[in-house]
């Protein structure tokens, strides 16, 4: 488990589904001896992780899967980059009548 390994800050959140394994006491037990917090779906609803899965598709597609990084550091400002300059700024949205994220207020300014 990356408490072995990466020994993450406290707090951590653990997203799952409510499958068994995570749902388990001892899953449960051990999340709580390392301090961190439990999250889960809704029973019966699949849809409830679709925006972050979307998400992370869309940043390991476009960016992840199309780099090599030297260091931890050259992959966290790459991220940064892709999120806050591309993915926030620049890219299409589909959902968005293929708009960037600002496209409907530059809009609403012209014609203001």
């Not at 990466?6 to 037990?29: C, E, I, K, N, T």
């Not at 260091?71 to 949205?93: C, G, M, S």
């Amino acid at each position: 488990m990356v408490t072995w390994k990466r020994r993450p800050a406290a707090g951590l959140w653990v997203h799952s589904d409510q499958g068994s394994q995570y749902a388990s006491d001892s899953f449960q037990r051990l999340l709580k001896q390392h301090d961190c917090r439990c999250s889960m779906s809704r029973k019966g609803n699949g849809w409830d992780n679709a925006p972050s899965a979307s998400f992370f598709h869309t940043l390991k597609a476009g960016l992840v899967y199309h780099e090599d990084f030297e260091t931890r550091e050259a992959a966290k400002q790459a991220i940064f980059e892709y999120i806050e300059v591309f993915y926030n700024r620049v890219r299409l949205y589909p959902s968005n009548d293929y708009m960037n994220p600002t496209g409907p207020e530059s809009g609403l300014r012209t014609a203001a």
